[in-house]
């Protein structure tokens, strides 16, 4: 059962059972941001051009610690491009200036080039071949 969940429901493959509970919830409370123009509403901006297997970025802040994540309210709102050209949410990210762990799993650690910050993808939106809290999507396309 737990291997079929995993197929059909893109929240939860790779995610471990503890996870699931609180991905629905960050689901829940992230769908009204399937709407763009609520998300700039709410404070999020545009802050990349469309990064390869992630897709745009917009980012309301970055979280100076672990103390002041919260996993409902998600730092940054990926968004990729569909076929006629708007944009869908295909994950929300959480970024924190410190090594953080959120749903079990440690964040990324910031790499070169990128931005001064850890990071944990979390791909709720759209299937990830490599699962839920991998860092890139090669679903995700920016051509």
């Known amino acids: 059962m737990a291997a079929a969940l995993a197929l ?11 996870a699931e509970a609180e991905l629905a919830e960050v ?4 769908a009204r941001y399937h ?19 992630m897709g745009y970025h917009y ?8 103390s002041e994540l ?5 730092n940054i709102l990926v968004y990729a491009r569909r076929g006629n050209g ?4 295909v994950a929300v990210e959480y970024a924190s200036m410190k090594p953080a762990t959120l749903f079990g799993r440690a964040f990324d650690p910031p790499h ?15 299937a990830n071949p490599d699962g839920t809290f991998a860092a890139l999507n090669r679903n995700i396309s920016c051509t």
């Open 8 to 18: 059909t429901n893109p929240a939860v493959a790779g995610a471990g059972t503890g």
């Open 27 to 30: 689901r829940r409370a992230t």
């Open 35 to 53: 709407d763009i123009e609520r998300a700039v509403a709410d404070g999020y901006v545009r802050r990349s051009d469309c990064v390869p297997h």
């Open 59 to 66: 980012v309301r802040s970055v979280a100076g610690d672990a």
């Open 70 to 74: 919260q996993p409902t309210v998600p």
């Open 86 to 89: 708007s944009l869908r949410l």
């Open 112 to 126: 070169p080039g990128g931005p001064p910050f850890h990071t944990l993808h979390t791909w709720i939106w759209q």
